[in-house]
């Protein structure tokens, strides 16, 4: 008998998902008109309309990425995975071998706070582990 183990090693920045949620203005419609107006004089719609917009939707740099610490939680830690197992049964201790954050690690997530403007202090990166158990 064997429990089913995933952990992770991750470097980063834990968040609530709310502070990465952005609002994205868009037309609301085609006409050409002037766009200080609230609504369109031919169709009626309004001129802008605001989209919310994940940030975690565009995240496609390489490795850069974001993990759920825990089941049932808002949180989500944007960053690097330093160490992580695949599903498999584990029947005794295993080890897992963990990198050192690397400074382009450091670079990027700065990048990635200051691009989608959340405060950041460099001194707030750390480094979490996690598990999900299954039977």
Aim: one cysteine or more; glycine letters at 4%; a negative charge.
């Amino acid at each position: 008998m064997g429990l089913d183990v995933y952990t992770y090693v991750v470097f980063g920045k834990r968040v609530p998902r709310s502070t990465i949620k952005a609002v994205v203005n868009q037309r609301g419609c085609t006409h050409d008109i002037d766009i200080k107006q609230n609504f369109c004089p031919v169709c009626g719609k309004p001129v802008w309309t605001e989209n919310p917009h994940d940030l975690l939707d565009s995240m496609n740099s390489g490795a850069l990425s974001y993990f759920y610490p825990y089941h049932n939680t808002d949180d989500v830690i944007i960053g690097f995975a330093l160490a992580k197992t695949d599903s498999h049964r584990i029947r005794e201790p295993d080890m897992l071998e963990v990198l050192s954050p690397e400074p382009h690690m450091i670079k990027e997530i700065v990048q990635f706070f200051k691009d989608n403007d959340i405060a950041l202090d460099v001194s707030e990166l750390k480094t979490y582990a996690f598990s999900y158990f299954n039977d």
